[in-house]
């Protein structure tokens, strides 16, 4: 399968970029020409680890 990279796909670029900006850290995308796909999200160490988990696990309601 073809992968496609971010940029190939102005929508996916947008969310990527978005999500770069909300967690602070790289962020990598890879969608297959069935638009399936993967999210790759960087961490530096343990405690930058727990700080991107902590911002993925959070409810919308923590965030009030």
Known sequence: ETQQTVSDVPEVRRLTDGLRRFLQTDVAVHV????????????????????????????SNDAD
């Open 32 to 59: 297959d020409s069935a638009g399936r796909g993967e999210v790759r999200i960087r961490f530096y160490s343990a405690d930058d680890f727990n700080r991107v988990f902590e911002l993925l696990t959070r409810s």
